[in-house]
């Protein structure tokens, strides 16, 4: 039960409430283990049911968190989960329980573990394909300094479809260092698993309807030893098989076999619907929200329509997306296009140089990928893409701020890192009409082309289902107004609106970052006492740093102020908390302006809600 914004305080556990760190369940007795288990998987319902979150991955993993907890000598000995959505048991029992109430909240617990937050998350992650390179440096590092723990990489089978955790995996096995590797293999990352290694662990596990006899041992191939399968919802036989990894030696791994949303009979049911959850209630589980017929689209359900509408206009258009149909928007064209649905599982640097294979041979692919993610592909980007002026399209998902998923999700350098790349068309919508549009454009464009938009709802509106592309490199003039100009790019649009009626200024949509409308910027300049630029990215080497470049190129001397994300990490909340806490809403905006102005052009009004 939730006693304020900060805290709960949760009784009727008779053993849970006895569980502040993982010592106290080492006092248990094996036989009360399953009790355990049972009280944390119904506070954790209790709990995301209230708070929302991220649920049924947490469900799967309640038994094997007890017994991870009380096998190992945690936190000496040191536990790497891999993404970490399903580490909310972990926190549990790890001394955060009383604050569960506040997670993915402003000034609350994160949704994913953090080194800063407890002493018993000994890595942060919430990217997958991570745990077994950390854990394998914090064992190297460990050994280095002559200390004698145990490192544990606890690895999901969607996660290890990733390129970094084989690499990984080949490397303990080249150096047959003494790391135990537990492999939760729930067939499931968000949507099924794909792929020849997720037949290999059916065939291993007898989940494969033609499984057979296994022809070979695949991590026996890396020099990994391999053991199991094991119930992962036997604690019990978990606990012995726990027990016998901790006790050997050399590289190795546990397979364990879980379900994902296990114990909640929705959840396991729908476990990509139960993936992340809005609060709900537990007795009837997620209904759906009544009909809003004037509720805007996301831009993610913008982008999969527009994705069906063009491809069928265009035979030649497939989609890639790592592990993402879901997120990115993508179910209802691997529906209608399965032979044109391209799912990489989670590895993004094989999704974008096959996509850039596919625009070899005369395709027109599409690649739906979140904007941190797309970071881990910035080579293949630039070398396999750019280089070779593929005719590849970037939809950007997750750009800018992104909530309560906090700094690990944040897009806030795709326009940094991109805008450098040479010949890229580089697009920010302004609302969910202008990402039609832009669409269209980066589309028609014969060349690598990104378009980035939040995970956010649009401004609402019949959206216009034709086809057209906007002319390259053109801005939108908004507003006329004196001496200031704002000149915006992407959806910050809506904020900047309320601070030009407030302070009479020009508002021009931007609409391209590359190629930037210069003779737009070059005018405002002439005519203005102080241009603004604004952008929901990282200042630096941003939209604004390429209008400053472009000024300073062409011998333009005039006052220039760049609003944009802070030279740090941003926190979690909603995304209207962050929007106010970087000085990004219209309010915030007002003041920069003021505060850049000589005294005498200062007269502006002062409460900017008027203007909403």
Known sequence: MRENATTTTTTGYSLLDRINQPADLRKLSAGQLPALADELRACLIETVAETGGHFAAGLGVVELTVALHYVFDTPHDRLVWDVGHQTYPHKMLTGRRERMATIRQRHGLSGFPRRDESHCDSFGVAHAGTSISA?????????????????????????????????????????QADLPVVLNDNAMSISPNVGGLARHLGRLCGRDADAGDCPHDLFAEFGIAYAGPVDGHDLPALVDALRTLREGRGPRLLHVVTRKGRGYAPAEADPVGYHGVRPFDPQHGLRSAPPAPDKPPSYTQVFGRWL?????????????????????GLVEFAERFPARYFDAGIAEQHAVTLAAGLACEGMKPVVAIYSTFLQRAYDQLIHDVALQSLDVTFAIDRAGLVGPDGPTHAGAYDLSYLRCIPD???MTPSDEHEARRLLCTGYAHPGPAAIRYPRDAGIGGALDRGLQPLPIGKSALRRQGEVVALLVFGILLREAAVAADALNATLIDMRFVCPLDEQAVLDAAENHELLVTLEDNAI????????????????????????????????????????????????GIVRAVQMRLPPHLRSVQTVVEAGR
């Open 135 to 175: 854990a394998l440096g914090m064992l190297l590092g460990a050994r280095g300094a002559g200390e004698d723990r145990e490192v544990v990489a606890v690895i999901g089978d969607g996660a290890l479809t990733a390129g970094m955790a084989l690499e990984a995996l080949n490397h303990a096995g080249q150096l």
């Open 424 to 426: 890229m068309l580089l």
């Open 308 to 328: 069906c509408d063009m491809a069928a206009r265009d035979p030649r258009l497939v989609a890639v997306t790592p592990a993402m149909r879901e997120g990115s």
């Open 540 to 587: 630096a080497g941003g939209a604004g740093s390429a209008v400053n470049e472009m000024l300073a190129a062409h011998g333009v001397n005039v006052p220039t102020a760049n609003l944009g994300l802070p030279p740090r990490f941003v926190e979690h909340g909603t995304r209207s908390e962050l929007l106010a806490e970087c000085g990004l809403h219209a309010e």
